[in-house]
């Protein structure tokens, strides 16, 4: 891994001038809804444009802001939009550019899960792959510096997903996210009862097709993981894009999660 993986994204799901980037993201941050408790190990975000969907990651990404300092790895999974993976695919960059910066891919980190077979490395599965990049400038924003393990997540088993994660579960120097959307271009009402079910699985630990969810699969690896670390989800934000920037016929559902260690 030698090259840098250029910004994708940039200029069309979030602002490709830093100035405007870091403004929009710190009104989205005050603005978000906040909540108490523990800082999280792991975290679900939604991963449209963010005038869709980033007032409702804001609410996860205020939640991990005292983190900045100690979270020092941040894992990335998110499914796959434009090419067809089986498993879960590394890049072969070094490192991700976003208008805020680069952020370097944990080189350890991937030296962790190569060996596992559902582990395979994917350049293309990276190269337009919005889902894992949209949540970059907010993870430089509120963490500042830390390192990147970024997989791509196709045909792959939850229990593929929960013995990646295993491997690299680390301490509190590592964070997970979990880059997902919830139902897709329901009328509101819809949305609304289907997106409250997909909600209470969750929370239940139960998993979730991807007809509720895009990223079902690394979603049902995270709950498969986080139930054997003991952690208990939490809701922070639910909403969908009629609530934020689009209509009411064809909407999109967004949630956000926090998973904390059990007192």
């Known amino acids: 891994m030698n090259s840098v993986r250029p910004a994708a994204v940039a200029g069309t799901f979030y602002p490709g001038n830093a100035q405007t980037l870091r403004y929009d993201i710190d009104n989205m941050l005050r603005q978000a809804k906040t909540s108490s408790g523990p800082l999280p190990k792991a975290v679900i975000v939604p991963h449209a444009g963010y005038i869709y969907s980033g007032p409702i ?3 996860a ?3 991990i802001a005292d983190g900045r300092g100690s979270i020092k790895r941040v894992v990335l999974l998110g499914p796959a939009h434009r090419v067809p993976v089986r498993g879960l ?3 072969q960059s070094s490192a991700f550019e976003t208008p805020l910066g680069t952020v370097t891919v944990d080189a350890k980190a991937a030296s962790l899960i190569d060996d596992l077979p559902q582990v395979v490395t994917s ?3 990276h190269a337009w792959e919005h889902s894992l990049e949209v949540q970059l400038p907010f993870l430089q924003k509120v963490l500042g510096e830390f390192t990147l393990l970024p997989l791509v997540v196709g045909d792959a088993t939850a229990e593929e997903v929960a013995q990646v994660l295993e491997r ?3 301490g509190p120097e590592t964070l997970i996210v979990i880059s997902s959307d919830l139902s897709h271009y329901l009328p509101y009402n819809a949305a609304q009862k289907i997106d409250d079910q997909t909600t209470r699985m969750i929370l239940d630990m139960r998993g979730v097709s991807h007809e509720r969810a895009c990223g079902g699969t690394p ?3 995270l709950l498969l993981a986080a139930q054997r670390h003991h952690l208990r989800p939490q809701l922070l934000d ?3 894009s009629g609530d934020t920037a689009g209509d009411h016929d064809h909407v999109v559902g967004y949630a956000a999660f926090a998973f904390t260690e059990e007192s």
């Open 168 to 170: 690299v579960w680390g």
């Open 238 to 240: 639910l909403r969908n």
């Open 123 to 125: 350049a293309p599965a």
């Open 57 to 59: 990651a804001a609410s």
């Open 219 to 221: 979603v049902n690896g």
């Open 61 to 63: 990404y205020q939640r």
């Open 89 to 91: 695919a590394l890049p």
